[in-house]
């Protein structure tokens, strides 16, 4: 069961999908949908599947809801290094991947974790 009290990763990646959503809407306005898409998609998923594993039936269920998660985060990452590297779309806010750096190394020592016990 979900427990309210104040949570590192679930805010970290709430906050993450808001700047996400913020970006997909300017690509939007240049009328970069594909993109836009990918990335809302990617970027929105990463702290819906670390708000699921907060329910999470057993360890096994919550290991794999942040596994989902990290592949998620990946898949983000990927994009906004296209954005990045490509002319044809504006860069990022330089906050963007590096809240998702530390929202990748976070998610990877949870796994870790949760994996021992």
């Given amino acids: 069961m979900r427990d309210d009290k104040e949570n590192l990763i679930v805010a970290k990646t709430f906050s993450f999908a808001l700047e ?4 997909s809407e300017k690509l939007r306005s240049l009328h970069k949908y594909e993109m836009a898409s990918q990335l809302f998609r990617s970027g929105t998923s990463i702290g819906a599947n670390v708000w699921e594993a907060q329910n999470a039936e057993s360890n096994a269920d919550f290991i794999h809801k942040f596994k989902i998660a990290a592949k998620e985060s990946d898949e983000t990452d990927y994009w906004l290094r296209l954005c990045k590297a490509s002319p044809h779309f504006p860069d990022p ?3 963007l991947p ?3 750096n530390s929202i990748i190394r976070i998610i990877a020592k949870i796994i870790s974790s949760s994996k021992k016990k």
């Fill in 93 to 95: 806010k330089p906050e």
């Fill in 20 to 23: 996400a959503i913020d970006y």
């Fill in 98 to 100: 590096k809240e998702l």
